[in-house]
């Protein structure tokens, strides 16, 4: 298909959509702040922590005079030039007194404080001041919801003509409980229970009995001397994340000042990702400039387990990271190995100056296998380990200095230094270096990178921002890495570079254009069948423009359009394309919003695939990643049954051009689309 | 071996393009993006740059490439302002005495008001390898920058527009090249400054650099270039009339090329 048919298309589509739908739609502010930072994420990635942090913050506003710089850090958009002024600015100036008096702290433009204020205000009550059980109780907010998904046609793994032991053993729907209790910002109880599609609802396997994923914590906050206290689930983000960082965390996006990872050091766990984290109990404990984090937890985790011919012991092959259980052998590989970690971080706090050493403990019931191949041979094995890091955080004048500096005791370092500056009022920069060896290990490092985690990579990265007005915004930056070992798929040492750079342009509060091109060169194996593998440069280069604007107090409208090039040495180039309409309904007083989109996608295969954010019931939340030919469409609705109950509906379908089937092995379906029916209820009370 | 693999590498690819020039460390430091710049080193990057100057300059800068003592440059610059027109003079030297380049070039520049600046430069090239020959040649380059507003220079530069060349015995090619680019003044500490080049036969480049003043005088700055992919750091320190800056360029395969320069202004 041309590119002229398909701006043809896209027009045909602008005029048929004219059809009023009525619909929902998720906080256009929260959706802006997550897609800003989740640029480069695969699709599986759940962001429903994020989602829920930022939700529960609009409902119990920060106070910003009571408030701490790990709070503040929570709210990813603030950078920590803008933290650390805000509390220059109080300890100068007092107490803030106005809202308005936001404006004359330097960093914070009116964007910035609308966002702010959002989940921020400066005089919410906090704190156990005249608690007592009565009041937990009268002024404790509590929040059940449950959703209910299921794909509308029938996949493989469901159908009887498959026997038992390459079957989906449970049933097709997802359903997902969540209950949230909260009182004040202080006292707050999280409940999860989830099974995916094709999990039963209740297992019984290894010795456990129980729903297929339960997680629940609570969480004190500011009782006296201790700043917080988990039981349960919970998470701990310590440093840049190269030592100790578990749950949520961003890599290179479209806001360059995400790459300084927020200290936030322990928070309850609260998603529903059935990976890293964090199960017992751990405190934060203040005495004066000094902050000590303790914590424990004892869980069982998923992992396949391989016999060792010579020792004639089992080994951990794989750590299983989907949360899936619904086959004989996933089933098998549930919570199949414990897990102990215990440790502390300690963390000293003077002015703007901030130092912390973490060190921990992680012991497995069984040893890890070494590595079969030659890119894995420095791969952990053995089954426990020591792990220490030392981080910094310095703010002088208009820069900001930050650092890591971590070990796994008996093997091999890693370490980061970075700055962040404000060079003129309009220009900040954000530079840093970083050096990860090839057999520092951690099972909590979620250092940033070109690669997941910290390891195997050395790299520079030198971004910039540029903010003329309150109109345009530039955000522009480059980054070299190097991985000095082999990697999968990469047999020899490789090098490559990202080049990002993105302009968006604001002209009224409801109508926001933006243009952004990136450009990856990495080196990987050719596939031309020779006796070794020699490696070629693969360039990918990116191109999106992304209008969105308001028609009248109730409509607004969307449109992207992205193509995708990729260039193998020796192959003829690959594209993509996307394009598509958004519809968004929401008016200031009605009980039905909403949202739709028709999207059409035309891409050579999944090396040019094209990852779109899509708006999803509440919490709910998808990036899916499109390839080959066909359309995708969805309608998101929600309706205010009564004050305290909310229903969601979502319908979503995706069409695939000359296919016979969508989807491959148990999740293969015939013919050629995929449908998804999503019901969700919400009762607050 | 390393050496061997590097001057493959050299002849392969960067001797067709302009890569035995160099800029000073100032503008390589600033990702050579410096066409719509005023400096004495403008001299070897865009010749009208020099009209914006209010004082005689020499300067005299060594480069080296990779860390190969072979592969480095010594270079002369000079300008001095008389009335309206200004007047440069440049020396480049590059290679060994088995391999030598060298580029002599004089500039006379003329500012048109204080918001526009033309240059003409006519260039000497001489290439000597031994056993082989010498060979010589006539270049002229052209050179324009604008004050468009207030803060922001436009620049924009030709070089060797009637593709000049070695005499009939040599593939060694005097590239022909157009640059144009954008120099924004954010504040007396701030500048950032945007380059685009194409160069005849080869591919086309994009380069940005950032120069900020510490204090008053000391200057920090980094730049990229695109294609091919490079990053570049330096500093510059300013004592009374003399000048000392220094510039790192790096190539993700080849490594660190360091150059060093001293200004003196009359």
């Known amino acids: 298909m041309s590119f002229k048919t398909k701006l043809l298309l896209l027009f045909f589509f602008l005029l048929c959509s004219k059809i009023s739908f009525a619909q929902q739609t998720d906080d256009p502010v929260i959706e802006y702040i997550i897609e800003s930072v989740a640029a480069n994420q695969t699709e599986d990635y759940d962001y429903s922590e994020l989602i829920d942090r930022l939700n529960f913050y609009k409902r119990n506003k920060i106070n910003l005079n009571k408030t701490s710089k790990e709070q503040l850090q929570e709210l990813i958009f603030l950078n920590p030039l803008q933290i650390d002024a805000l509390f220059e600015h109080i300890s100068l100036n007092g107490s803030l007194v106005n809202t308005l008096e936001l404006q004359s702290i330097s960093g914070y433009d009116l964007e910035t404080i609308k966002n702010l204020l959002y989940f921020a205000d400066i005089n919410t009550p906090t704190g156990f001041e005249n608690f007592s059980f009565n009041k937990l109780f009268k002024d404790g907010k509590n929040d059940l919801l449950i959703r209910y998904s299921r794909y509308l046609e029938q996949q493989?793994?469901?159908?009887?003509?498959?026997?038992?032991?390459?079957?989906?053993?449970?049933?097709?729907?997802?359903?997902?409980?969540?209950?949230?209790?909260?009182?004040?910002?202080?006292?707050?109880?999280?409940?999860?229970?989830?099974?995916?599609?094709?999990?039963?609802?209740?297992?019984?396997?290894?010795?456990?009995?129980?729903?297929?994923?339960?997680?629940?914590?609570?969480?004190?906050?500011?009782?006296?001397?201790?700043?917080?206290?988990?039981?349960?689930?919970?998470?701990?983000?310590f440093g840049q994340g190269l030592a100790l960082w578990s749950g949520l965390s961003f890599g290179k996006g479209a806001d360059i000042f995400s790459v300084v990872k927020p200290n936030i050091g322990l928070k309850p766990y609260t998603s529903i990702n059935e990976f890293s984290y964090f199960r017992g109990i751990a405190t934060q404990v203040n005495f004066g400039k000094l902050d000590f984090t303790p914590f424990f937890s004892y869980n069982k985790i998923d992992a396949g387990l391989a016999l060792n011919p010579l020792t004639n012991l089992e080994e951990i092959s794989t750590l299983q990271q989907s949360g899936l259980h619904r086959t004989l052998s996933e089933l098998k590989n549930r919570r199949r190995i414990s897990q102990m970690v215990f440790g502390g971080n300690l963390q000293y706090n003077y002015r703007k100056l901030s130092v912390g050493l973490t060190g921990y403990h992680s012991n497995y019931s069984q040893d890890f296998a070494p590595g079969k191949s030659l890119y894995n041979q420095f791969d952990f094995t053995g089954s426990s380990l020591n792990n220490v890091g030392l981080n910094y955080s310095y703010t002088l004048n208009n820069t900001y200095f930050f650092g890591e500096f971590a070990h796994s005791l008996n093997s091999g370092v890693a370490y980061i230094n970075g700055l962040i500056t404000?060079?003129?009022?309009?220009?900040?920069?954000?530079?840093?270096?970083?050096?990860?060896?090839?057999?520092?290990?951690?099972?909590?490092?979620?250092?940033?990178?070109?690669?997941?985690?910290?390891?195997?990579?050395?790299?520079?990265?030198?971004?910039?921002?540029?903010?003329?007005?309150?109109?345009?915004?530039?955000d522009f930056y480059t980054d070299l890495f190097k991985f000095p070992y082999l990697k999968f798929r990469v047999d020899a040492p490789s090098t490559g570079y990202d080049i990002f750079s993105q302009l968006s342009y604001t002209p009224n509060k409801t109508?926001?254009?933006?243009?952004?091109?990136?450009?990856?060169?990495?080196?990987?194996?050719?596939?031309?069948?020779?006796?070794?593998?020699?490696?070629?440069?693969?360039?990918?280069?990116?191109?999106?423009?992304?209008?969105?604007?308001?028609?009248?107090?109730?409509?607004?409208?969307?449109?992207?359009?992205?193509?995708?090039?990729?260039?193998?040495?020796?192959?003829?180039?690959?594209?993509?394309?996307?394009?598509?309409?958004?519809i968004i309904y929401s008016p200031l007083s009605s009980r039905w919003s909403g949202n739709t989109r028709l999207a059409l996608f035309d891409t050579d295969g999944f090396d040019t695939r094209i990852y779109a954010y899509e708006n999803d019931v509440l919490y709910g939340f998808s990036i899916p990643g499109f390839q080959n030919k066909g359309i995708r469409y969805y309608l998101n609705a929600r309706y205010n049954l009564k004050r305290g109950i909310d229903i969601w509906l979502r319908y979503s379908l995706t069409q695939y051009n000359n296919q016979q089937t969508v989807g491959s092995g148990l999740d293969e379906i015939d013919g050629n689309l995929r449908s998804e029916a999503k019901l969700q209820v919400r009762f607050q009370f | 071996m390393r050496k061997l693999y590097l001057l493959i590498w050299i002849l392969l690819f960067t001797s067709f393009l302009k890569a035995q020039d160099n800029n000073g460390p100032r503008i390589t430091a600033l990702g050579n993006a410096g066409v719509a710049l005023q400096d004495v080193w403008s001299v070897k990057n865009n010749q009208a740059g020099i009209a914006g100057l209010l004082k005689p300059i020499v300067a005299a800068g060594y480069e080296n490439r990779f860390g190969v003592k072979e592969l480095s440059t010594q270079a002369a610059v000079f300008s001095i302002p008389i009335k309206d027109y200004a007047i440069g003079a440049a020396f480049n030297s590059y290679g060994v005495s088995d391999y030598r380049e060298i580029k002599t070039g004089l500039t006379l520049a003329k500012s048109f008001g204080p918001k526009l600046f033309l240059a003409v430069g006519l260039n000497y090239h001489q290439l000597k390898i031994s056993n082989y020959g010498n060979s010589n040649a006539f270049s002229i380059d052209v050179g324009l920058q604008y004050n468009a507003f207030p803060k922001l220079w436009l620049g924009s530069h030709i070089s060797n527009p009637n593709q000049a060349r070695y005499g009939e015995n040599t593939d060694q090619i005097i590239p022909t090249h157009i640059q144009f680019g954008a120099n924004y003044i954010f504040s007396e500490q701030l500048l950032i400054t945007t380059e685009l080049e194409k160069i005849l036969d080869a591919q086309a480049d994009f380069k940005a650099g950032i120069e900020y003043k510490l204090i008053k005088f000391v200057a920090l700055r980094g730049g990229i270039s695109v294609n091919p992919f490079k990053q570049f750091a330096g500093f510059g320190l300013n004592y009374q009339r003399v000048n000392i800056d220094f510039a790192v360029a790096s190539h993700p395969v080849l490594g660190y090329s360091p150059q060093v320069a001293l200004g003196y202004e009359f």
Not at chain 1, 430 to 453: A, C, M, P, W
Request: proline share 2%; no cysteine; charged share 25%.
């Open chain 1, 511 to 582: 109508t926001r254009l933006t243009l952004r091109y990136q450009f990856q060169n990495k080196q990987q194996n050719d596939d031309i069948p020779t006796f070794v593998n020699t490696l070629s440069f693969v360039k990918k280069s990116n191109y999106r423009a992304d209008l969105l604007y308001q028609i009248n107090k109730s409509f607004a409208l969307r449109n992207r359009i992205e193509m995708v090039q990729y260039q193998e040495e020796n192959k003829t180039n690959r594209y993509g394309f996307l394009a598509y309409q958004d």
């Open chain 1, 156 to 237: 493989r793994g469901f159908s009887s003509a498959s026997n038992t032991s390459s079957r989906y053993l449970g049933t097709p729907e997802r359903v997902f409980t969540r209950y949230r209790f909260s009182y004040s910002n202080n006292i707050q109880f999280s409940l999860n229970l989830e099974k995916d599609a094709g999990e039963k609802y209740w297992n019984s396997n290894n010795g456990q009995t129980g729903p297929d994923f339960s997680s629940a914590s609570l969480y004190i906050k500011d009782l006296r001397k201790i700043k917080k206290l988990v039981i349960g689930d919970y998470s701990l983000q």
């Open chain 1, 422 to 474: 404000s060079l003129s009022p309009i220009v900040s920069a954000v530079l840093f270096h970083r050096n990860y060896q090839k057999d520092y290990y951690s099972f909590y490092n979620q250092g940033i990178g070109e690669g997941s985690t910290a390891v195997n990579e050395k790299g520079f990265f030198a971004g910039l921002q540029l903010k003329p007005d309150r109109k345009f915004e530039l």
